[in-house]
């Protein structure tokens, strides 16, 4: 069953930090970007990080030099780590797993951050 599950959200003060993990399953992490997204009521879902196996990593604007994506391929799971949060980073974080021959994608449950202003 090929499945992703997030852990770690919940609630930061402004400035402080969080540590988000993804363990994917029945998947090979070796044909699969991972990474993570948020979304807010109302609004489309955006990128955060990803992480080729390879190391490649890419950051959506917003979380620059704030967020730090890391990826153990050993055991097929990615993580992210948010330091300096800010009341606007609150939303639900998904994981995506994206293959990268043919595109198809699978999406994690999604799990809440919260960060009040």
């Known amino acids: 069953q090929v499945q992703l599950v997030e852990s770690g959200g919940g609630l930061a003060q402004p400035g402080g930090s969080l540590r988000l993990s993804c363990a994917a399953s029945?998947?090979?992490?070796?044909?699969?970007?991972l990474g993570w997204f948020r979304q807010v009521p109302g609004k489309q879902r955006e990128l955060v990080a990803t992480a080729t196996n390879r190391g490649v990593f890419n950051y959506g604007n917003s979380v620059k030099g704030r967020f730090t994506i890391s990826r153990d391929n050993a055991q097929n799971t990615v993580y992210l780590r948010m330091n300096s949060l800010k009341p606007e980073g609150a939303a639900v974080y998904y994981c995506?797993?994206?293959?990268?021959?043919?595109?198809?994608?699978?999406w994690g449950q999604g799990t809440q951050v919260t960060v009040p202003s």
């Open positions: 995506k797993a994206k293959q990268y021959q043919w595109g198809g994608e699978i």
């Open positions: 029945g998947i090979s992490g070796s044909f699969y970007r």
